[in-house]
């Protein structure tokens, strides 16, 4: 009986926590939205940027393959990790950007993303460069 | 509805928890509302796991102190939570997981206290051991309960 039960409680836990864990693991590695086997080069102008809580966004004004104009979304920390951005990040400015791509086909997204001046000088901390957003 | 989440949203509190650079806004409430979480339903998890028969040897009346941490995690997650909703009100708002979540912790707390009325009324003094079938029911019920609230209040952040 004791055993019994033992074994109901503990296979109840466990599809709990198989429940829980399994989309966090997506989400922490950002695999869920973006393609961390490859990198991405962007280029383009600084147009938005959202500082905010739990995942902060800068917006870039560039072009495609094409020549059409497209926005690049990039997906940045929380809030405490983008004081770098305010004065480092004004709208107008000319950036380049590496990072992972959105899934997501016509879509331009990118995470864990690196910034550098047009010349190539990286900007921002270096605990800003590469990181992926979790939460 | 939704005039009403972007008021709580633009409030000087939805601005502050959302936009402020310091770790002692977003990063500090959201782990407070972890740490309330873990009083609360680590808590529930004694009573529940001692009615199923673990721990025999612990006195059920003798547990009876930890409905208070259960009060203090709450009244912690009350208080941060609602922080947490207001600093994304519109989007929270318009996720059906968030109710499901809701949902769960007020039928988890109802059983919370069904249990507490048991113990006090049946089990008290010097308790009864094994423990009964229904209150063995209720508390794989609460483990259930709370378990899927945790689960749902993850979702939040992927569905």
Redesign the interface.
């Given at each position: 009986m004791i055993a019994g039960l033992r074994i109901s409680v503990a296979s109840l836990l466990a599809a709990g926590v198989l429940l829980a864990a399994m989309p966090a693991a997506a989400h922490h590695s950002a695999a869920a939205a973006y393609d961390e086997t490859k990198r991405v080069e962007a280029q383009g102008t600084v147009s938005k940027l959202l500082i905010r809580n739990p995942h902060s966004w800068v917006f870039l004004d560039g072009t495609d393959d094409k020549g059409q104009k497209i926005e690049w979304q990039i997906e940045m920390g929380g809030a405490p990790s983008m004081a770098w951005a305010k004065d480092g990040l004004p709208i107008g400015m000319a950036v380049k950007v590496t990072g992972h791509p959105s899934r997501a086909p016509g879509t331009y997204g990118i995470t864990g993303a690196t910034f550098a001046k047009k010349d190539g000088t990286p900007i921002g901390p270096r605990s800003a460069r590469g990181d992926t957003p979790q939460q | 509805m939704t005039d009403f989440t972007i008021w709580l949203e633009s409030s000087a509190l939805g601005v502050w928890?959302?936009?402020?650079?310091?770790?002692w806004?977003?990063?500090t409430v959201?782990t407070l509302h972890t740490v309330g979480l873990g009083v609360l339903v680590g808590a529930n998890c004694v009573i529940d796991?001692r009615l199923?028969?673990f721990a025999p040897r612990l006195p059920i009346p003798s547990l009876a102190p930890l409905y208070r941490f259960m009060w203090a995690g709450f009244v912690v997650n009350a208080i941060t939570g609602a922080m947490l909703f207001v600093?994304n009100a519109t989007t929270k708002a318009r996720q059906p997981i968030f109710y499901v979540k809701l949902l769960l912790i007020a039928v988890a707390l109802l059983v919370t206290a069904v249990i507490r009325r048991t113990l006090a009324r049946e089990l008290s003094p010097g308790g009864i051991d094994p423990t009964p079938a229904p209150a063995?029911r209720l508390a794989?019920l609460s483990?259930?309960l709370w378990?899927?609230a945790?689960?749902a209040g993850?979702?939040m952040?992927?569905l």
């Open positions: - | 928890t959302r936009e402020s650079p310091s770790i806004a977003y990063p959201l796991f199923l028969g600093s063995r794989a483990l259930a378990t899927g945790i689960a993850r979702l952040a992927y």
